[in-house]
């Protein structure tokens, strides 16, 4: 185990040196970091529910927006995640097998 040091900055937390591999890297280092320490910075304004993420975040306040940003090619229902929609579209390519 040692410690990092990135751009002048220390980080506290000893890290396995596998996870040295990151240094050219800081933010995924320290979005890496925060997978083990639980830490959570990012935080809801509308209902206060905290995000280790910025992008789990983003995607969290659709629900408060209603915004459905993926929109299915075949019947047009909208979804919130692309794997979502994903999963739907599948839907649609059985229905054809099916038939």
């Known amino acids: 185990m040692s410690s990092v040091q ?14 040295e591999t990151f240094t050219d890297h800081k933010h995924q280092l320290l979005s890496h970091i925060r997978s083990h ?11 206060g529910k905290a995000f ?8 969290h306040m659709l629900l408060h927006t209603g915004e459905m940003p993926f929109s299915c090619n075949t019947c047009g229902k909208s979804f919130r995640s692309k794997r979502s929609l994903n999963k739907h579209e599948s839907s649609h390519r059985e ?3 099916l038939v």
């Open 6 to 19: 990135l751009q002048g900055e220390s980080i506290n937390e000893q890290v396995p040196p596998a996870e």
């Open 37 to 47: 320490t639980g830490e959570k910075p990012f935080l809801c304004v509308t209902c």
């Open 95 to 97: 229905e054809v097998l």
């Open 52 to 59: 280790s993420y910025s992008s789990s975040l983003s995607h």
